[in-house]
T-cell receptor
Framework: TQLLEQSPQFLSIQEGENLTVYCNSS?????LQWYRQEPGEGPVLLVT?????EVKKLKRLTFQFGDARKDSSLHITAAQPGDTGLYLC??????????FGQGTELSVKP | GAGVSQSPSNKVTEKGKDVELRCDPI?????LYWYRQSLGQGLEFLIY????????KSGLPSDRFSAERTGGSVSTLTIQRTQQEDSAVYLC???????????FGQGTRLTVV
């Protein structure tokens, strides 16, 4: 059974601080995606990483895919209150299945 | 349609009744997924369709849960003899292919009383 472990589960920080969210598995994934979800809405894609060792940047967000394609991290620089939300990693298998981690609830206080 | 559409958006049902949740995926998307989400939690995988077949239904919690997809489009998730622990938001997503973005509906909030 493929599982994705996300940490931390909850994160409360002050505006301007940096943070990192981790997504780990014992399984290899063909791709890994990060989503952000706001209350009452479905998750919305932030990024897809496919190649081991890949690093992608999206403004203040930096995403990394591990060399072995088993883990990923999301780093936010100078967090802002608008970054508040539930961050989810999702792993895709060769068969097409898409599974999600438990999520990281981020709260950025002004 | 423009996006993934789920209906109803909210459903309150009595314990023991059956419910049907509907998902209209984005036209042309071959993959369709059902997930369950409890308040503030991650997404629990239920079932995945590729076309009309379900290569993986390993996440269905019990035999009270079933799902079908017809015409490679609309999918229905049925929960028989609902229990209070079935209360959650049920999310549907579709995507075009592997490694592509999954587009989610707004979900159906199911409350079993």
């Amino acid at each position: 059974t493929q599982l994705l472990e996300q940490s931390p589960q909850f994160l409360s920080i002050q505006e301007g601080e940096n943070l990192t969210v981790y997504c780990n598995s014992s399984s290899v994934f063909s791709s890994l995606q990060w989503y952000r979800q706001e209350p009452g809405e479905g998750p919305v894609l932030l990024v897809t990483v496919v190649t081991g060792g890949e690093v992608k940047k999206l403004k203040r967000l930096t995403f990394q895919f591990g060399d072995a394609r088993k883990d990923s991290s999301l780093h936010i620089t100078a967090a802002q209150p608008g970054d508040t939300g539930l961050y989810l990693c999702a792993g895709g298998s060769q068969g097409g299945k898409l599974i999600f981690g438990q999520g990281t609830e981020l709260s950025v206080k002004p | 349609g423009a996006g993934v559409s789920q209906s109803p958006s909210n459903k309150v049902t009595e314990k023991g009744k059956d419910v049907e949740l509907r998902c209209d995926p984005i036209s042309g998307h071959t993959a369709l997924y059902w997930y369950r989400q409890s308040l503030g939690q991650g997404l629990e995988f239920l079932i995945y369709f590729q076309g009309n077949s379900a290569p993986d239904k390993s996440g269905l919690p019990s035999d009270r849960f079933s799902a079908e997809r017809t015409g490679g489009s609309v999918s229905t998730l049925t929960i028989q003899r609902t229990q209070q622990e079935d209360s959650a938001v049920y999310l549907c997503a579709s995507r075009e292919g592997r490694n592509t973005e999954a587009f989610f509906g707004q979900g159906t909030r199911l409350t079993v009383v």
